[in-house]
Nanobody, 115 residues
Framework: QVQLVESGGGLVQAGGSLRLSCAASGIIGRLNVVAWYRQSPGNERELVATLMWGGSPSYGDSVKGRFTISRDNAANTVYLQMNSLKPEDTAVYYC?????????WGQGTQVTVSS
């Protein structure tokens, strides 16, 4: 059974940091693409960061220089380090992974940044 278990969300003051984790299990084969998306009320789901196998990370304009995506291939875990958080970063954050056959989404974790 495929599972993407996210953790690390919560409430933080503006300027603070959080680290999100996404542990993938039950997925056969290499994770060719790992990414984080976010969605806030009334808005479409937005791509935050992407990291392809063997490639360099890419980021949405609104998070460049503040967020860092990384992965532990041995543990099939994806991370999102979020620094200098702003109230506009408040959203539900979703982990996304894709192997050669399928794509999978995490259940989402709430991040709330207070001003």
């Amino acid at each position: 059974q495929v599972q993407l278990v996210e953790s690390g969300g919560g409430l933080v003051q503006a300027g603070g940091s959080l680290r999100l984790s996404c542990a993938a299990s039950g997925i056969i084969g290499r994770l060719n693409v790992v990414a984080w998306y976010r969605q806030s009320p009334g808005n479409e789901r937005e791509l935050v960061a992407t990291l392809m196998w063997g490639g360099s990370p890419s980021y949405g304009d609104s998070v460049k220089g503040r967020f860092t995506i990384s992965r532990d291939n041995a543990a099939n875990t994806v991370y999102l380090q979020m620094n200098s958080l702003k109230p506009e970063d408040t959203a539900v954050y979703y982990c996304y992974v894709r192997n050669i056959r399928n794509e999978y989404w995490g259940q989402g974790t709430q991040v709330t940044v207070s001003s």
